[in-house]
């Protein structure tokens, strides 16, 4: 056992790219031919599904690592009825794999629920696939 532990040190230290946790298997485009049905199921299993532009980013002050934003909603696929939506991130700084978001910039979302809260991550993005979905309710976006 002991000898597994220093394996396991040496190789995330001599060959971080190899054991590296990022990225996000499978993605809907490894389904060959079959990249609808994946985005539906996604859909069917996600707590909500949406586009938006952040118009906010707050740092939540019990965990550095977790992050507010707030979303102005362009398009609604499932769950989300209003004009914003607050949805929660982590940024895992120094991590090798960050994931954060930029205020002013537009984002599509397959999102969790944990606890009455939205959460989504790296591999939560719905961009690309909002061709697969069904109609969604629209919204229109102010101008702010």
Known sequence: ?????????????????????????????????????????????????????????????????????????????????????DVYYYDLIGSGCPFSLKVGSTYSFFALSVESKLYAGECDSAAGYERYLPKGKRWRTRNK
């Open 1 to 85: 056992m002991k000898y597994r532990v220093l394996l396991a040190v040496a190789a995330t230290l001599f060959f971080p790219i190899l054991v590296s946790a990022c990225g996000c298997v499978p993605s809907c485009d490894e389904y060959f031919g079959k990249a609808k049905q994946c985005v539906l199921e996604r859909l069917n299993r996600s707590a909500a599904v949406f586009t938006g532009k952040v118009t906010s980013i707050e740092q939540q002050k019990d965990n550095p690592a977790l992050f507010k934003a707030v979303f102005a909603v362009a398009t609604s696929w499932k769950a989300i009825s209003s004009e914003t939506v």
